[in-house]
């Protein structure tokens, strides 16, 4: 038998290439993530023997578990990209070398103080709740750029752009609104030429949206289910968490 993942890459990569052209934009400058999430170490494997080295883990204890191929194959790049509670910290900035889910600034205090005592730097992208739903973690939209101004006093967070999640079981219209949100934000914060403040990076679009989110200037696309596989844990395992509870 061959390689599934592959072979499911393959496809990825093609419609990344044909939503690229239809937008006039170059495929090298979007990058393909593989989200983890409960994806079993094998299925990991064949990604990367098929030449993937983007990952994504939304889950700090999973991190931990996939730790040992991470090391194995050391061309490969970790991101986080979950809800991050502060008391999971310490462990995730062993492994990552950028988080996408920095939603507040208690988080990214907690974030500097750790970075600080081990004399590192981080590089992070502000989570935007774009689509207004309560089950979801993000920054509203309006508070975007005061949190940037925060974030931006901390000397050890290098914020490289901004993350969203389209809305959930959505039309590709209410979809793309997400997406040119996300956009127009990452204008505004730019034009304020805030230090360690880059605004390079969109981070939008899963594997039921990605198309739409290439065609509204996404950079980084996070797909798990059309390459690994449909999941045995539901979205609202990883996504949809109780938004209300935040540490």
């Known amino acids: 038998m061959g390689n599934p993942v592959e072979e499911n890459l393959k496809t990825v990569k093609q419609q990344m290439k044909l939503a690229c052209r239809a937008s006039g934009r170059k495929i090298e400058d979007v990058q393909l993530l593989l989200a983890t999430k409960t994806v079993p170490l094998e299925k990991l494997q064949m990604a990367m023997q098929a030449g993937a080295a983007l990952f994504g883990e939304n889950k700090a204890q999973e991190l931990r578990g996939k730790f040992p191929l991470m090391q194995q194959y050391n061309q490969v790049e970790w991101h ?136 509204e200037g996404a950079t980084i696309i996070r797909v798990g289910t059309s390459v690994f596989g449909q999941r045995y844990l539901p979205d609202s395992y990883y996504w949809n968490e109780d938004a209300s509870q935040v540490d």
Do not use: W
Request: hydrophobic share 40%; net charge neutral; glycine share 6%.
């Open 80 to 215: 986080f990209i979950g809800h991050l509670q502060t008391n999971k910290v310490k462990d995730v900035i062993k492994y990552v070398t950028l988080i996408h889910s920095v939603d507040r600034l208690k988080l990214g205090q907690v974030l500097h103080n750790q970075l600080v005592k081990e004399n590192k730097t981080m590089d992070i992208l502000i989570q935007i709740n774009t689509s207004y739903e309560e089950s979801k973690f993000g920054a509203p939209p309006e508070s975007a750029l005061e949190l940037a101004e925060q974030l931006s006093q901390f000397e050890t967070l290098n914020v490289k752009g901004l993350m969203t999640i389209g809305k959930l079981n959505a039309t590709n219209d209410e979809t793309r609104h997400c997406f040119r949100l996300l956009k127009r934000i990452q204008t505004e914060i730019r034009e304020k030429k805030l230090p360690r403040v880059e605004m390079d990076i969109l981070s939008m679009g899963m594997s039921g949206d990605f198309k739409v989110a290439i065609e």
